[in-house]
């Protein structure tokens, strides 16, 4: 079993929920609780997250 086929659409669907989650939910938390560089972070992290899950989502789409 290849690993790139693990990423499928529910995959996709999944780590879009939770990026949401981090960049839109928890960064307003932890901004009015004052941690202005573990807001950054945690949008950082969420955006980077969903990124790469797209593309090898689009990748294992092309390649099957």
Do not use: P, W
């Amino acid at each position: 079993m290849d690993i790139i086929e693990l990423f499928d659409k529910y995959l996709l669907m999944l780590v879009t929920f939770q990026a949401f989650v981090a960049v839109f939910i928890d960064s307003k938390s932890f901004k009015k609780a004052n941690k202005f560089k573990t807001s950054r972070q945690i949008k950082t992290i969420g955006i980077m997250l969903f990124s790469i899950t797209l593309i090898l989502y689009i990748v294992a789409q092309f390649s099957y």
